[in-house]
């Protein structure tokens, strides 16, 4: 029996937190990694959903509890579909196919059955839980079925849905097998909402070659009268809660301490990622020491800390990239570190937010090269903790930032002699030119903050002809 009944329910594979085993063996609970979880945690806690999702583990049969104002509900994972769904179907088929083939995506008949059965029952909760009439917000491409499986069960909510990550082109979605399904998964929803407008516009083209609906501009018709709008919402996050954590004392005594204990170089390169061969890292931290090598800069001048967030270490090709990169790391440093002299500072590992706040404090230049990325809010981030307008971000052409963040030092990942420039502009750009860019990429992080994304998303939500619900309240800024 459920024991709530809610006017907005948020369904994602993951919870906002993440069911760990402590120290001692007790369990204890984690905050989740990847900017899914940092994007919607605010919208939340501003509208008093309720957050259905997986806690990550195996442990069957967790009550419905409350972490930091938010009601969430978890839905427990068999090994097997742990298996199937989340490290089969979704990031070993969708994941690399929705990013470029940036890895050859793998086509299992026994993973898309699991990822039917897990979507059925994430559906089958979110109709469980709502109310009459309620909004249900779907998350991601590990849920592209929940649209319609939840509006057979209740064709009287209004449903959205977000995905998080870039939506391929046709020529790559094509591939997939089961390609009219997902398309018709998603169009139970009446808007769907994508990162950049290329995505919306590749999802309208699919839908009319694929399913044979009229479509018109960002609007697809489908036969029974409904429509269904597909629309670019470029996420963000909380510009404001990062600025101000960053200028804390606690952050800043924190930020200087990293400094001393780098040895004070004269400047600080930052990498910050999930360990994930989407996000350009070996290609990085080559064009780094190649510098180095050339005689650029020297290990007393620069160091470039990366922290590579621990993830999907069940995927084969996750942990052949953490080889990979654990051998270019002792490498690098083997040939040009001194004593007490890294070239790179390494840490794989994942930490909390005033840490990260307190790295952004600490570093010169921040380095963000993704091979493809939905948007990419570590660069956000980074943006929004430089309240003195100081600090150079070098950006990936193909991260959905980059549409945003138009002053940073762009990049091109593939060029490894383009990337080596940009550094060493970044690293040599003087006070005036990195304010001027800083300051503006601050005031288009600061207006277009996570607040007024789920805003502008609600307020179209309830604006899609022929769809249902009652209106939700918008996200309250901090
Ligand atoms: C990206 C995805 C999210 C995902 C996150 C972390 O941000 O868009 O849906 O939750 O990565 O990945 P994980 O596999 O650990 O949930």
Request: with cysteine; hydrophobic share 40%.
């Amino acid at each position: 029996m459920s024991t709530v009944s809610a006017d907005l329910v948020i369904v994602a594979n993951r919870l906002p937190v993440d069911r760990v085993e402590q120290a001692d063996g007790t369990p204890g609970w984690r905050t989740s990694p990847g900017g899914l979880v940092t994007a919607i945690e605010p919208v939340m806690r501003a509208n008093d959903g309720t957050w259905i999702g997986w806690p990550g583990g195996t442990d069957a049969d967790l009550e419905p509890f409350e972490a930091d104002g938010m009601k969430l509900v978890p839905m427990s994972m068999t090994p097997e579909e742990i298996e199937g769904h989340y490290e089969g179907f979704s990031n070993a088929t969708l994941w690399p196919l929705y990013h470029d083939l940036v890895a050859k995506p793998e086509f299992h008949r026994e993973w898309w059955d699991s990822y039917v059965a897990v979507n059925r029952r994430f559906a089958e909760k979110a109709a469980e839980l709502a109310s009459e009439g309620a909004t249900v917000w779907v998350h991601d491409y590990q849920m592209q079925l929940v649209p319609q499986m939840l509006r057979e069960l209740r064709p009287d909510l209004r449903i959205g849905f977000y995905l998080h990550i870039p939506f391929p082109p046709a020529e790559l979605f094509q591939q997939l097998p089961w390609r009219r399904q997902l398309l018709e998964g998603l169009l139970g929803a009446d808007m769907v909402g994508f990162q950049l407008p290329g995505g919306a516009q590749n999802f309208v083209r699919l839908v009319r070659q694929r399913v044979g609906h009229k479509t018109h501009r960002d609007l697809v018709y489908l036969p029974d009268g409904r429509t269904v709008r597909a629309a670019a919402f470029p996420i963000s996050i909380d510009a404001a809660g990062f600025e101000e954590m960053a200028r804390s004392e606690p952050v800043a005594a924190r930020a200087a301490e990293i400094r001393e204990a780098l040895g004070n170089p004269r400047k600080v390169f930052l990498g910050i990622d999930r360990l994930d061969y989407t996000k350009g890292i070996y290609a990085r931290l080559r064009a780094f020491a190649e510098l180095i090598e050339d005689g650029h800069f020297d290990v007393e001048d620069a160091v470039f800390v990366q922290v590579a967030v621990p993830s999907r270490e069940q995927v084969e090709q996750y942990r052949i990239l953490r080889d990979e990169i654990d051998r270019l790391v002792g490498r690098i440093n083997g040939d040009l570190g001194r004593i007490g002299r890294p070239a790179i500072s390494y840490l794989h590992s994942s930490y909390p937010r005033e840490e990260m706040a307190a790295l952004y404090r600490s570093a010169d230049v921040m380095v963000v090269t993704p091979y493809r990325d939905g948007m990419n809010l570590v660069a956000k981030e980074y943006v929004a903790c430089r309240f003195e307008d100081t600090g150079a971000l070098v950006l990936s052409e193909f991260a959905g930032a980059a549409d945003e963040l138009r002053q940073a030092w762009l990049v091109n990942p593939y060029d490894i002699n383009g990337m080596k420039s940009a550094l060493l502009e970044a690293y040599r750009a003087d006070d005036r030119e990195t304010r001027r860019r800083m300051k503006a990429m601050r005031k288009t992080v600061t207006q277009n903050d996570v607040a007024a994304w789920a805003d502008a998303f609600m307020a179209d939500l309830a604006e899609v002809p022929g769809s249902h619900g009652k209106a939700v309240r918008p996200a309250k800024r901090s």
